[in-house]
């Protein structure tokens, strides 16, 4: 399984976009920076046919070290959750995409 990197991100863009190598990886890097700065500032990140980027905050837990079965506190902190489009759950499962979703 190989993982999808910046550069062929990038690449995919001067491919297909005709902008320069340059221009292309700049545009990547731009885009990543405001979905950040939205994340960062807990907005979520809404990408049509594909899904949201959302921060939850999680609050303090009692967990357990599995080696030891001591209880310890789990602080609170905030993740980052996806949560695929239903046109994205259908692509990758070979389906057709419900009826009136964007494509």
Known sequence: MNTLTRAQL?????????????????LLESV????SAALEAGE??????????????????VGRNPKTGVEVP???????????????KAR???DEPPEGAEA
């Open 74 to 88: 789990i602080l609170p902190r905030k993740v980052l959750s996806f949560r695929p489009s239903q046109v994205m």
């Open 44 to 61: 979520p990140v809404k990408i049509s046919a594909f899904g949201t980027f959302v921060v939850r905050q999680k609050g303090q837990r």
């Open 10 to 26: 990038a690449e995919a863009i001067y491919s297909q976009v005709g902008l320069s190598r340059n221009e292309s990886a700049a």
């Open 92 to 94: 990758i499962n070979g």
């Open 32 to 35: 990543l920076e405001k979905m």
